[in-house]
């Protein structure tokens, strides 16, 4: 790369082979910006800004900053640039995020030109923001007051405002932040920097401008550039439009180490549980230590093996001593690098009250055990082996690899000058770590990093009945008292704040802005779709799909077995399984001694279920149980061995660790849910409406944890391991089987060499009666959970004339979420998000997420035929839509994720013929394309069906509107 030397100066220059580049690291002399580029043929280019913002106080300032930076800027003057990238460009990522410490503001796109434009707005958003001038901005996404004079009442209301509520409801996040504020009290960690809602109304416009100045300049800034691009033109870019402008000055913004205590920190703090709700096992334990500043690859690495030894593995020695003396439900754990000290957290989760000396004890015995006598260095090897699958697959979702490299690469640079890409480099410290598995060096780890480190804390976090209503009392109190005593001009403030926001969001932006966010065109789109690799053959008598994709030599080999034969009630016996299998005793090995055997000879064995919805030609539903396998071409006859045991040997008969595995299931079930609350109450609303959704839930949604709920309320253990095993006789047979495997055709034979040897030890099985699902009577529910905020979710059939329209419900989706849900449910309702799908061309859902209403977002949904017809939008304004529905058709995954993608248009009986024509319907929609699809959303609307999860009080307040109201977790 050609680096200009007058402007800028080059610090570190490094070969990246496993990112297949270089690495380099330079400081713009004029501004001291620092920029960091990884040069590589990767597509999917990702541009991105950092800032280091420690927070002073927990009103939010960095977290409201990070929201309103992006609603306009001098080059673009919109309202909100943001949502208009969101509609209409082809970003593979975009997002802004704030941590603990810095705010950052990632992008990514495959398209070069979309990548310039997504830059340039960015760019133009982080240093030349309308914030500074607009107060209404700071209205809408932080906080402000609602004054209702007719009804004497005073509010708070605030995009940020209400999505730190729901935060702040999850016993989850709330210890998180105890556990920094225990860990490091001298230092910004002690604060929340989402905001915490009592603190957060007294932010003023003031502060939060001053936090912006302060903090937002090239000087305190890293600017990231990763993939195929020109470097040096996209370098010169930067400093003709934007550093240029700048002098470099000094900003205080480093984050002080915090010393150690004299004495491990011990703290004690509540989170709210209904009044109705029982106390017991209801009680978090957290142990957790400092690192203090160890951003080094082989600790950053060991202490990952270390996790997987100590806590996450089957059978980890920690996790399996709580469990042993019933200390909690589950036990969990967090490696945090993101932080100037990292931490290490040991987490017990849904416990009784009074057992915080036992767990400390359970914990340190545990692992001053391991140090004396020695952890058991084939978990070791197999924690090394799984992590160097991770590192070589690269594989991290939907979320662009060259993203998750810039967040290690900020995990260092943020807190150190040299050696910027120090966490990307793994392979050489993993071949270390390798050769220290038998010198003692992992045990020496916990000694003087977990057992003797003085910098640590233990962390209580009990249940307390009625402390929601008891806030709630309190904010009630104080906004009554403050409007008791608020003078005319105080309250005319007020008003007139009200009445700018709700102008500022009622006043359209003009021609001139909107024109001012370039735009690709339609032309810039490829019609043809990308082929499914689906190559379909037979292996003694069962059907195989091969994908012939490159993975670097590694192979994912899935057993697909179908259930659409097995009678309804038993399909939570299914979920049951495959949360099972590898987690307890087989014919031959202990579940420790499987899991450690499958983790250090393979890249692992998992089982998943699955509803497969049928295409718009067959309309089939199929329910599957999945297999997953990941291996080197060496390690097949291994996996073959081990599917077996898995398969056909599992032991179910141990009452003890059966007991265990329920509770830990419901436990992490529970924490899921509250979590994604949103989803559940759309797969919940969705349940009386399509079959898909009800097998779903009886599957691995609520159904399914209400199922492991009785099985402990009830537990009979003989009786639960005779239908596991009739279940896995049902279920496991060559009949029910299809094979899919991804791959290099090199590999393939490599694969197939054993199978049909493997194959003839399955049990043909017989042919069952098609599944005869039936839907459920509709019922409207609510469900209660602790929450100040709610999530509402609303679920129809569109009919079978529908699927018809796939492009065009692809279109509308995305459509209503970046216009119509943005501004009544987001900007004019302050909700945190909305979202909008129509799954198999049918099934219509939409959802509002950490929403302080629940009435309004129901009439929200109820009038959406009523805006499509009114749905005007110029040619641009198609272009957009269309071009955002695009960017998530053709969204890059990893191979694995393609071999799965492919695989799933085979078994939902999805044509190539379909997917052209969803995607050609797609490109050329027009405006009445879209109007017309109106008489099906109101003929859906009229029999829909919706579901809320919320406060007890919005639920009460609104019980008219339900069948029933319920619990969420009913007590066992």
């Not at 100045?213 to 010169?236: F, I, K, Q, V």
């Not at 045990?443 to 003085?454: H, R």
């Not at 537990?715 to 596991?724: I, Q, S, T």
């Not at 990893?894 to 050609?920: I, V």
Request: include cysteine; hydrophobic fraction near 35%.
């Amino acid at each position: 790369m050609q680096i200009n030397d007058k402007i800028y100066e080059l610090m570190e220059t490094q070969a990246l082979p496993e990112q297949n580049g270089t690495g380099y690291v330079l400081q713009h002399k004029k501004s001291g910006a620092k920029i960091i580029c990884i040069s590589n043929d990767d597509e999917n280019k990702v541009f991105t800004a950092a800032f280091r913002t420690p927070p002073q106080n927990s009103r939010g300032m960095a977290h409201i900053v990070e929201h309103t930076t992006l609603n306009g800027s001098e080059k673009y003057p919109l309202r909100d640039p943001f949502s208009e990238l969101m509609k209409g460009s082809l970003n593979t990522y975009l997002n802004a995020i704030t941590y603990s410490d810095k705010t950052i503001y990632p992008v990514a796109s495959c398209n070069h030109k979309d990548f310039q434009n997504l830059m340039d707005v960015y760019l133009d958003a982080v240093f030349h923001p309308l914030l500074l001038h607009k107060k209404a901005v700071f209205l809408q996404e932080g906080w402000h007051y609602v004054l209702d004079e007719a009804a004497d009442g005073l509010s708070v209301s605030g995009i940020v405002y209400n999505e730190m509520k729901g935060a702040t409801s999850s016993p989850e996040e709330v210890l998180a932040q105890k556990i920094n504020a225990s860990l490091y009290p001298n230092t910004p960690y002690c604060f929340e920097s989402g905001g915490d809602p009592e603190e957060i109304p007294k932010l003023s416009y003031e502060e939060y401008v001053d936090f912006y100045r302060r903090y937002y300049h090239p000087s305190n800034c890293t600017l990231y550039l990763y993939g195929d691009m020109d470097m040096a033109e996209r370098l010169d870019y930067i400093d003709r439009a934007y550093l240029c402008q700048y002098e470099k000055k000094h900003i205080c913004s480093a984050l002080p180490l915090q010393p150690a205590p004299k004495n491990p920190v011990s703290a004690v703090d509540s989170y709210p549980i209904s009044e109705n709700s029982s106390a017991e096992n209801k009680t978090y334990y957290a142990y957790s230590v400092s690192l203090t500043d160890q951003h080094d690859s082989l600790t950053y690495l060991a202490m990952q093996v270390l996790d997987y030894a100590l806590v996450t593995s089957t059978g980890a020695v920690v996790k399996q001593a709580l469990a042993d003396k019933k200390l909690g439900e589950s036990c969990s754990s967090m490696l945090d690098y993101a932080l100037r000290q990292p931490e290490y957290v040991i987490q017990c989760n849904h416990a009784q009250a009074n057992q915080k000396q036992e767990f400390e004890e359970t914990v340190r015995g545990t692992l001053q055990h391991a140090v004396s006598a020695g952890l058991n260095h084939e978990v070791l090897k197999a924690g090394i082996h799984r992590l160097e699958y991770v590192c070589r697959e690269a594989n991290f979702g939907y979320q662009p690899k060259g993203l998750t490299y810039a967040l290690q690469v900020f995990e260092r640079t943020m807190y150190h000058e040299e050696d910027a890409f120090a966490l990307l480099k793994t392979q050489d410290a993993l071949a270390e770590l390798r050769r220290r598995v038998d010198t003692g060096w992992f045990e020496n780890l916990i000694k003087t990093l977990l057992l003797q480190n003085p910098h640590r804390a233990v962390n209580t976090l009990v249940p307390e009945k009625g402390l929601q209503e008891k806030r709630d009392a309190q904010l009630a109190e104080r906004l009554s008292d403050k409007l008791h005593h608020m003078s005319r001009a105080q309250k005319d403030d007020i008003l007139a704040d009200m009445q700018a926001l709700k102008d500022y969001q009622q006043t359209p932006d003009t021609p001139e802005a909107l024109q001012s966010i370039p735009v690709l065109s339609r032309g810039d789109i490829t019609e043809a779709i990308k082929p499914a690799k689906n190559e379909v053959t037979q292996v003694h008598e069962v059907r195989m799909v091969f994908h012939s994709l490159p993975t670097h030599g590694i192979g994912y080999l899935d057993l697909a077995f179908d259930l659409s034969t097995l009678p309804e009630e038993q399909l939570p016996y299914v979920g049951l399984l495959s949360d099972l299998l590898g987690r307890v005793n087989t014919k031959s090995y202990s579940y420790t001694q499987l899991a450690a055997e499958i983790d250090s000879r393979s890249g692992g064995i998992a089982g998943t279920v699955a509803v497969y919805d049928g295409s718009a030609s067959n309309g089939r539903v199929r329910p599957m149980f999945v297999e997953h396998c990941r291996m080197m071409p060496e390690e097949i006859p291994f996996v073959y061995a081990m599917l077996q045991e898995l398969l056909f040997h599992s032991d179910f008969c141990d009452q003890k660790r059966m007991k265990e595995l329920l509770l830990q299931i419901k436990s992490d079930l529970q924490q899921i849910f509250s979590m994604h609350a949103h989803l559940l109450a759309a797969g919940e609303a969705g349940k009386s409406v399509s079959i898909a959704a009800n097998l779903r839930s009886k599957l691995v949604g609520l159904d399914y944890c209400r199922f492991i709920q009785g099985l402990l309320q009830n537990f009979h253990p003989d009786e639960l391991a005779e239908k596991l095993e009739q279940t896995a006789d049902a279920v496991f047979t060559s009949s029910n089987l299809i094979l899919s495997y991804t791959g290099e055709p090199d590999t393939l034979q490599a694969m197939q060499n054993g199978l049909e040897n493997f194959l003839c030890q399955i049990p043909a099985g017989q042919e069952g009666s098609p599944l005869s699902a039936k839907l459920p009577a509709k019922e409207r529910i609510g469900y209660r959970m602790p929450s100040t905020v709610q999530y509402v979710a609303v679920c129809g059939d569109l009919g079978k004339e529908a699927v018809q329209y796939r492009g065009l419900w692809d279109i509308l989706t995305h459509f209503l979420y970046n216009e119509y849900f943005w501004q009544k449910i987001r900007v004019q309702g302050s909700a945190y998000d909305s979202a909008a799908s129509v799954v198999s061309g049918r099934f219509f859902s939409a959802v509002s997420f950490r929403d302080p209403h629940l009435k309004r977002t129901l009439q929200v949904f109820r009038q959406i035929p009523a805006f499509v017809r009114d749905f005007q939008p110029t040619e641009r304004q198609m272009i957009q839509y269309i071009l955002g529905t695009i960017s998530k058709l053709d969204h890059p995954v990893s191979a694995s994720m393609e071999g799965q993608r492919c695989f799933s248009y085979y078994l939902c009986g999805e044509t190539e013929e379909e997917r052209q024509r969803r995607r050609s319907q797609t490109l050329h929609a027009s405006a009445e394309d879209m109007r017309a699809l109106v008489p099906c959303l109101e003929q859906m609307l009229q029999c829909a069906n919706y579901c809320v999860i919320g406060s007890d009080s919005a639920l009460t307040a609104n019980e008219a509107l339900f069948d029933r109201t319920e619990m969420l977790f009913p007590e066992l």
